[in-house]
């Protein structure tokens, strides 16, 4: 089944705590994307990579960093997180992005306190 | 930059009613258009899309039709259904390099029997 999976689901941890969410495709898709949902501003992207070893920032990256070691995984790195990265994080892939549809991971919802 | 603007929510409306979701874009170039639903406690799902202007984009019911002359992607639907309660994102694709998609706020419907 083609799939975009994340972990963990739920994480609550406290400031400065370094934290990594992971994100794995199935689908041998080129494109990777984090994005975060906040209430009244819909899906902002965080980064984004276009194969493996190529990333860039998206709209929100401080506060992040990812890595693209192996196509089909693409964590998102908190390396001392603050309160106002509290949000629900999705992963998304496409084939290679732009009009190509793209699927999205179940979300990571980050509580930090 | 590029943008997207849909009608603020929420929409409540009873099964059967009749649904429109409006949504407008601003965005350089000839972008594709995209309606995804957020089921509750779920990621985001495609649910049609639409790739040049006077495509309509249709699936399970729903329909939207891109008008660049008006830059508009509204989405319809003849007859609601309790089991289409979510929330529905109209997006862009950015083909300005990230490849991401830009997404509006965000209209949360409900069904009601």
């Known amino acids: 089944e083609a799939q975009v999976t994340q972990n963990p689901r739920y994480l609550i941890t406290v400031t400065g705590k370094k934290l990594t969410v992971t994100c794995s495709q199935n689908m041998n898709h080129e494109y990777m994307s984090w994005y975060r949902q906040d209430p009244g501003l819909g899906l902002r992207q965080i980064y984004y990579s276009m194969n493996v070893e190529v990333t860039d920032k998206g709209d929100v990256p401080e506060g992040y960093k990812v890595s693209r070691k192996e196509k089909r995984n693409f964590p998102l790195i908190l390396e001392s997180p603050s309160p106002n990265q509290t949000s629900l994080y999705f992963c998304?892939?496409?084939?290679?992005?732009?009009?190509?549809?793209?699927?999205f991971g179940p979300g990571t919802r980050l509580t930090v306190l | 930059g590029d943008s997207v603007t849909q009608m603020e929510g929420p929409v409540t409306l009873s099964e059967e009613a009749f649904l429109t979701i409006n949504c407008t874009y601003t965005a350089t170039g000839y972008p594709s258009l995209f309606w995804y639903v957020q089921y509750p406690g779920e990621g985001l799902q495609l649910l049609l899309k639409?790739?040049?202007?006077?495509d309509k984009g249709s699936n399970k019911g729903f329909e939207a039709t891109y008008r660049k002359e008006t830059t508009s992607f509204h989405l319809e639907k003849g007859s609601v259904q309790v089991s289409d309660s979510a929330v529905y994102f109209c997006a862009l694709s950015d083909r300005g390099g990230s490849e991401k998609l830009v997404f509006g706020k965000g209209t949360k419907l409900t069904v009601n029997p």
């Open positions: 998304a892939s496409s084939l290679t992005g732009g009009p190509d549809t793209q699927y």
């Open positions: 639409a790739t040049k202007a006077d």
